[in-house]
């Protein structure tokens, strides 16, 4: 089978897949019915890839794959053979989205036999996903009854040959759309989704399908290299519009969004791709099918990655390759300015963060995606314009029609498509309630949070972000108790060297103002991968190699940082803290290290810090047991209790199976916490909090009432926290919890609530 695939793409003889895509061009032009053209198409490829059996699977309404066309299976099989999307290994094709070949599909374990098709004599299947729109519209298949090993290249050739039934299946008259709204299809019928939120908040809208598909009618080139130049052409155009972008005014000044999309710039220069996709054209292809083959491939690989980054890399390149596409395409090169209802729900598989700019994001309440993650570029730059978004919505790409009313949930990672009249009323009166609530909150901003009986509570964000830091302000925090540095570090595609965090530092205290703003440290390794960190791989790697431990064992990095911050706070005050201590010497090093790197300041006659704190961070249970030794060498202690509970409870704080099983505001994590501010308070130092349940009202109230008088949370927060503060009788609230420490109870959370009811604290 190899040699009959011709190399030579320019020479006499044509390629296979020349060939074979100018035979299938022949017969899309043909004035055949669409099935007719599908029963041509498998008798020709079977015949030019030299298999005995060639079948096409079409996706209907339901997750269905039927079989609609085959050469060399049992022709009574056709449309009676059905398997659904996952079953099977074609279902796992249609599942994945990637190809797969196997020269014995009987002994693989996800082999669906089914008698009515005579399948059983092929040993040897090779698949791939017929794909349009970013939807998986089918499968084809060819078998032999040989074990025969495909080859790369005879999946590519039937890789490009999905493109063209792709087209067939989308624009052709199967019988397809009829039966999908019949009433056995799940399509038309309310559901509701668990997603994972990468952005808070709640939006109603109509859904819009993301899936910029183009038709591609000239699929194949008869000179490869006017497409060559067609290519560079609409690269260079492609180039200068994201230029114009990137110097548009449509987000805040300066910040992380911006670095993101340079980032994505330098993507869109990569070599790699821009020559893949030259080959393709060398193979035979119009600059825009190759382009669309190649972005075909990196998608089907993408499902094998398991580097975060690298796959978040993959969704900004399905963006530029839809953005080549335009200017290979388009009436004038342009991006299209898409046109969205008042109140859009955006739906995509994927999205890079420059094609969410192309949608006017005043009109969007809503992003749902199929995949990404807190670290995508697309999460950070909703974040940035306020957009509520949605991840892991399994296959909702699938299951939703453009135009199906939507609501996402993002504050408790739930998504409705097509609800009922009363979920719609109840989201409608709660987005009401947001609305007068936010007024209320905004009437407190100028107000100080102290208790009903006169006690003074210090309420700060935590921010990684620039455009966080204009939240500092707008909500009326005290300061900035934890600001995430490593934030800053993930969404470069280099590590920033010294003058650069100097610089992002200086802008961070310039923005604070007055306000205080404590550094942490790089908290990097477990989930926070930086991609031109080596990676290293560890079976635990939240107890890993990870914050101080790496910056310890990597001092030049510490140093680098620390260096940048006493830069930045020249004549401010420097706060500082080091992330994950599990035991007083690990501070100590740390607090040398930064003595150091004053010294090297203060000898290069650089400008000093007005004052310098540093402090530790008890995330780790340990420490808690050296907190008098500790106390005599740290400035300041500020408890970190996402990790500390996790490490406290052995429950992992990233398992949603385990997410709900133990419970911080339990007499054993009070307890915990408040034996930790009882040795601070003996030791005059100061400590604070600023995991996530400083943020929620009931938990942050537990927190008053044992002690803390600072406490850190998200921005979003601190107006619920603050009406709380207001109408919490603290003194009363410590007599009542000193009750509770020795209960075995799961949680305190029903006795927090009662109390709040009894005293009219608003929770
Ligand atoms: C924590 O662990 O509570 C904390 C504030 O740090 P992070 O959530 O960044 O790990
Ligand atoms: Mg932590």
């Known amino acids: 089978m ?38 041509r198409i498998v008798r020709i490829i079977a015949a030019d890839m030299v298999a005995e059996v060639c079948s096409i699977y079409v996706r209907r309404p339901g997750d269905v794959l039927e079989l609609f066309a085959t050469q060399g299976l049992k022709p009574s099989a056709v449309h009676n053979t059905r398997l659904q999307v996952g079953e099977g290994i074609v279902g796992d094709i249609a599942d994945k989205a990637r190809p797969f070949a196997l020269s014995d599909a009987q002994d693989h374990p996800n082999f669906a036999y089914r008698p009515e098709t005579g399948e059983e004599i092929y040993h040897s299947l090779m698949g791939v996903p017929v794909l349009h729109g970013g939807r998986v519209n089918g499968v084809v298949a060819v078998q032999n009854r040989t074990q025969r090993h495909y080859m790369d290249e005879e999946v590519e050739t039937l890789q490009t040959v999905a493109m063209v039934l792709a087209e067939l299946i989308a624009n052709g008259d ?48 008869e000179n490869p290299d006017t497409e060559q130049v067609r290519l560079e052409q609409a690269i260079s155009e492609m180039h200068g519009a994201l230029d114009e972008m ?128 807190t670290t995508s570029h697309v999460a950070i730059i909703a974040r940035a314009l306020e957009i509520p978004v949605l991840t892991e919505a399994h296959n909702i790409f699938a299951r939703i029609d453009g135009g199906d009313l939507m609501i996402v949930d993002a504050d408790h990672g739930r998504l409705f498509a097509r609800p009922p009249q009363d979920v719609q009323q109840a989201f409608r009166d709660s987005v009401k309630i947001r609305e007068q609530q936010a007024a209320t909150y905004a009437a407190l901003r100028d107000q ?14 935590n921010a990684g972000l620039m455009i966080d830091m204009g939240n500092v ?17 993930m969404v470069r595609s280099k590590l920033p060297g010294v003058d650069e965090q100097t610089r992002l530092y200086s802008d961070v205290l310039d923005e604070a103002g007055e306000k205080p703003v404590i550094f942490r440290t790089l908290d990097i390794g477990s989930d926070k991968v930086l991609p031109y960190l080596e990676a290293v791989n560890e079976d635990n790697p939240s107890m890993g190699w990870r914050a101080i431990r790496l910056s310890l064992d990597r001092p030049a990095l510490l140093r680098q940082q620390l260096r940048a911050m006493i830069r930045a706070a020249a004549g401010r005050d420097l706060n500082v803290m080091f992330p994950m201590v599990a035991e007083c010497s690990e501070f100590e090093e740390a607090r040398e290290l930064l003595q150091m790197e004053l010294e090297r300041e203060r000898g290069r006659q650089g400008k000093m810090p007005r004052s310098v704190n540093a402090g530790a961070m008890l995330e780790v249970p340990s420490l808690a047991y050296q907190l008098p030794a500790l106390c005599k060498r740290a400035d300041f202690v500020s408890v970190g209790s996402n990790d500390l509970g996790q490490f406290l409870f052995a429950s992992d704080r990233g398992n949603p199976r385990l997410s709900g099983r133990y419970d911080m505001l339990s007499p054993i994590g009070i307890k915990f916490l408040k034996n930790i501010v009882d040795e601070c308070d003996r030791a005059g130092v100061p400590v604070s909090l600023c995991g996530e349940m400083a943020g929620n009202p009931v938990d942050a109230m537990a927190l008053i009432g044992i002690g803390f008088r600072k406490i850190s949370m998200a921005s979003s927060n601190i107006g619920p926290v603050k009406a709380m503060v207001l109408s919490l009788p603290v003194k009363e609230l410590e007599l009542f919890l000193d009750g509770l420490l020795d209960l075995g109870d799961h949680s305190l959370r029903g006795h927090m609530q009662e109390f709040a009811g009894q005293h009219g604290v608003s929770i």
Request: net charge negative.
């Open 246 to 373: 990137l110097g548009a005014d449509t987000l805040a000044e300066g910040g992380e969004h911006t670095d993101v999309l340079e980032t994505y710039r330098l993507i869109a220069e990569d070599a790699g791709w821009l020559k893949r996709i030259e080959e393709a054209i060398e193979t035979g292809l119009s600059a825009e099918a190759a382009v669309q083959k190649v972005q075909n491939d990196i998608r089907a690989r993408m499902s094998q990655m398991t580097d975060p980054y690298l796959r978040e890399r993959v969704h900004d390149l399905d963006d530029l390759a839809m953005r080549l596409m335009t200017h290979l395409m388009g009436p004038n090169g342009e991006a299209a300015n898409i046109d969205i209802p008042e109140e859009t729900i955006l739906v995509a598989r994927s999205m890079g963060p420059a094609q969410l700019l192309d949608y006017d994001h005043h009109r969007l309440k809503g992003l749902v995606l199929e995949e990404g993650s």
């Open 473 to 489: 302000h707008s909500v009326g925090a005290d300061g900035v108790g934890l600001f995430r540095t490593e934030i800053a570090f």
């Open 174 to 221: 199967l019988g397809l759309k009829s039966d999908s709204r019949d009433g056995t299809s799940p399509a038309g019928k309310p559901i509701r989704l668990d997603g994972i939120s990468l952005s808070p908040g709640l939006g109603i809208g109509v859904a819009v399908l993301h899936a910029p598909s183009f038709t591609v009618d000239n699929l194949i080139a």
């Open 2 to 39: 190899a040699d009959s695939h011709q190399t030579s793409t320019r020479g006499v003889s044509m390629s296979v897949p020349r060939r074979l895509l100018a035979r299938v061009r022949d017969v899309m032009a043909s004035p055949e019915n669409a099935q007719e053209r599908l029963d």
């Open 448 to 461: 100080k949070a102290i208790s009903k009986d006169g006690i003074e509570i210090g309420l700060h964000v």
